[in-house]
């Protein structure tokens, strides 16, 4: 059925109230991740050029994987892999950052 202009239907569904916009956020990213560089078999992560640790908590955080993949190649890391953690370990992904098959866990 077609309405021309003017016309209103037989059951019109009713809009919902919305709330203000400036009080309702556009986006609102429900999960945060951290991107860190792991050594495979070992829990060590990248903290600088010339230090690893075995705390998550003080390990540089790349923010992307990208950057992460970047350092790999430029410091020319071996046997690292890039892992990306959202708050939730059952969330966590392991990404091959040498091009090698990721080691079984």
């Known amino acids: ?12 569904l009713p809009w919902p109230s919305l709330p203000h916009r400036s009080r309702v956020p556009l986006y609102q990213n429900a999960w945060t991740m951290k991107v860190f560089i792991r050594r495979i078999g070992k829990i060590e992560y990248y903290k600088s050029s010339t230090e690893w640790t075995p705390a998550q908590g003080e390990a540089h955080d790349f923010g992307r994987s990208l ?32 091009g090698d098959p990721l080691s079984e866990r």
């Not at 077609?2 to 209103?8: A, K, Q, R, T, V």
């Not at 950057?67 to 966590?92: M, S």
């Open 1 to 12: 059925m077609f309405l021309m202009p003017g016309d209103e239907p037989a059951n019109p």
């Open 67 to 98: 950057e992460a993949l970047a350092c790999v190649q430029k410091g020319g890391l071996h046997g690292c892999e890039i892992l990306l953690t959202f708050g939730n370990p059952d969330l966590d992904l392991t990404l091959s950052a040498n």
